[in-house]
């Protein structure tokens, strides 16, 4: 727009500079001319004059000769013939620059031929009488009349000569005036005209220029006043925006952006209403009032009937510039009306398409809305619908949470419940199955000890595997109930010694020992950890019975358990040189029941590492395995450590007393 104007400015500038300079070069033009015609003019008067001259001249010369003759005729004294001789030396040349006066004019050309011709007669008769006086001859009167004749014509043609060169100067002269006056009254009128056009031009093209410069300049102040408005209207969009993500209520994040939007719009009262269409019913939801005063308070409930719903939706919004020249039948228009609302501005919230509510903005001034602050409040009220959209579904994902996490809670504790049953059921059905197995065990003695004789071997040897079954069964009872246990007791946590602990365990499998010939190298001292003695010493019972029972039959086992410390942890290594553990099985075989051999290659009940690992877990520490196949396993468990004299004396900071 602005270069629109800025090259209407420069074409209008040039043309009043070019149009003048253009007229006159036209009138300099034309003057030259006239003044052209008018030198030619006068020097046509000029050359006229020049004629007359030489005609005057030629006459003269005639004269000379005819004067000189005359005077020679009467004296006979030669110096008489001076004049004559002078005159007729320059005759001819005279004849000849007359001539070439005359030569545009054939008339006058004519004319002088002829009297040349004459002259050329009378001359021949002039040197006959000198040529007679010569001889003092007296020269007859017939000759002299003859010449007088001639003489007398060649005197009339150059009379009529001068006077038609007289008559053509005077014609001539008369010309050249008449043209003077031409040019200058033209010159003057042309001027006059000119001068006058030009200055008007040039007032009209400078009212034109400045005209268009003003138009400049306002549409610069336009273009600068607007980009301070939107710089002014982006700040308040912005602060808009900040007061947006901030809140966190729909409520306070209407009131704020209201607010904020007041310094925008120029309202006494901003409400926004959000639509149940289920109920029917539209609320009141948050407002903001520059009087303190709103139409309704927050919170009042409406029919929807009473709001202009399809109207607004058809035409996106509706401003009512005044409320009392309007015949509305919309309730609550007519109802802020009656509340003294002279100009009222409904802006519907639509997200995608779908109406969720309506911004009202109302003051008591007429037509107080421009359709710049319409476009701001339109704005303003996309970006409110999207944001109430947002909170609401923010609170509607904060309701399933609380909901999700009450359902996590209650089924957690379900979980927990059927756990406690089912570790109780467990351990009272272990501890009622001993009972049994009491029975069969002790009356499978019995018929050993007493009825032997009454069985031959093979009935004999069917009791030994009942002995055998019910001491596997036992096992794997007293097995269950350990772990099963050690969900129920309350672990006491204490410093203890683990090379008491390693003992009381080597003491615990002295017999297995014995029996696989086992090499137990132990790099004691080991250090104090953090933990419950009970359950250690069956955890290390356990990681050594496991070391010296997994070696490949024929093989010595050797076994080395030593301590590292790593930070405030620390690890007892048991290494063995047994059979080893691939890989993939090495976390699964910390879990109930499972094993990777069968009973009849390697005896067990599948319950030892799951008792390892529930119980350093329940300890605070950690365990695992490094193994190969064939290599050897590298079983670790990890304790915090604690500070501990040897001999009981404790001075661990941590807290609880030895058991
Ligand atoms: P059990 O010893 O009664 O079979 P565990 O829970 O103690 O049960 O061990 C589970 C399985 O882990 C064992 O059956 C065995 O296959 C494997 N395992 C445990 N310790 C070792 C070890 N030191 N070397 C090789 N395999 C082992």
Not at 518 to 545: C, E, K, Y
């Amino acid at each position: 727009m602005l270069q629109i104007t800025q090259v209407a400015f420069r074409r209008r500038l040039i043309s009043a500079i070019a149009l003048p300079i253009i007229l006159l070069l036209l009138l300099s033009g034309v003057s030259i001319w006239q003044i052209t015609r008018l030198l030619s003019a006068m020097r046509w008067v000029d050359h006229t004059d020049r004629v007359i001259g030489q005609a005057n001249h030629l006459q003269k010369l005639l004269l000379d000769i005819e004067t000189g003759v005359r005077g020679y005729q009467i004296t006979g004294i030669p110096e008489f013939l001076e004049p004559y001789q002078q005159a007729s030396a320059q005759i001819d040349t005279a004849f000849d620059q007359l001539g070439d006066l005359i030569v545009d004019n054939p008339k006058q050309v004519k004319r002088l031929k002829n009297i040349e011709s004459a002259q050329i007669t009378w001359y021949k008769s002039i040197s006959q009488a000198i040529t007679r006086k010569q001889r003092g001859e007296v020269e007859p009167l017939s000759g002299l009349k003859y010449r007088k004749q001639i003489t007398d014509a060649i005197r009339r043609q150059i009379a009529d000569f001068i006077a038609t060169e007289e008559q053509l100067r005077n014609q001539r002269a008369e010309m050249a005036q008449k043209n003077t006056q031409r040019v200058i009254f033209t010159s003057v009128i042309l001027s006059i005209g000119i001068g006058g056009f030009i200055g008007y031009f040039i007032q009209w093209q400078l009212a034109k220029v400045s005209q268009s410069y003003e138009n400049a300049l306002l549409t610069a102040q336009e273009q600068t006043e607007n980009a301070q408005r939107s710089a002014q209207r982006l700040v308040a969009l912005h602060d808009i925006d900040r007061a947006i993500l901030a809140a966190d209520s729909i409520e306070l994040l209407l009131r704020t952006a209201l607010a904020q939007m007041q310094q925008l719009v120029p309202y006494q009262q901003a409400f926004v209403a959000l639509f149940d269409f289920d109920t029917g019913i539209g609320r009141i939801i948050a407002g903001n009032s520059v009087t303190g005063e709103l139409p309704y308070p927050e919170g009042t409930q409406i029919p929807l009937a009473d709001f202009a719903l399809e109207q607004s939706l058809q035409q996106v919004f509706y401003y009512i510039e005044d409320l009392t020249d309007s015949n509305t039948c919309i309730t609550i228009l007519a109802q802020l009306r009656s509340r003294g609302i002279r100009c009222c501005l409904c802006i519907p919230m639509l997200v995608e398409q779908t109406l969720i509510g309506e911004l009202y903005l109302t003051t008591t001034q007429i037509a107080a809305f421009d359709t710049q602050t319409h476009d701001i409040a339109r704005e303003v009220t996309a970006q409110l619908a999207i944001a109430i959209q947002q909170s609401l579904l923010r609170e509607q994902l904060q309701s399933y949470a609380l909901e999700l996490e009450q359902r996590v809670r209650d089924r957690t504790a379900d979980l927990e419940a059927a756990n406690q049953e089912l570790e109780a059921f467990t351990y009272s059905i272990s501890h009622d199955l001993r009972a049994p197995l009491r029975t069969i065990q002790g009356f499978a003695q019995a018929l050993l000890e007493d009825y032997s004789d009454q069985f031959d071997t093979v009935g004999q040897e069917y009791i030994h595997y009942i002995t055998e079954g019910a001491v596997q069964m036992d096992t794997l009872i007293a097995d269950l109930l350990a772990y099963s246990r050690l969900s129920r007791v309350d672990i006491q946590l204490n410093p203890v010694d683990l090379t008491s602990i390693v003992e009381a365990a080597l003491k615990q499998i002295s017999t297995q020992i014995q029996e696989q010939h086992a090499q137990i190298t132990v790099n004691s001292p080991l250090p104090p950890v953090i933990g419950h003695r009970p359950t250690l010493i069956q955890v290390v019972t356990n990681l050594l019975s496991n070391a010296i029972k997994f070696v490949k039959p024929g093989i010595q086992p050797k076994v080395e358990v030593y301590a590292q410390e790593q930070q405030h942890w620390i690890h007892l290594w048991v290494i063995d040189n047994g059979i080893g553990i691939a890989p993939e099985h090495q976390e699964r075989i910390f879990n109930v029941f499972e094993r990777l051999h069968g009973v009849e290659t390697y005896s067990g009940t599948g319950i030892g590492l799951a008792i390892v690992r529930k119980s350093i877990e329940r300890m605070g520490g950690r365990t695992g395995v490094e193994s190969q196949p064939d290599l050897g396993s590298h079983f670790w468990i990890a304790l915090p450590k604690a500070t501990f004299h040897a001999h009981g004396t404790n001075k661990s900071n941590s807290a609880g007393s030895s058991n």
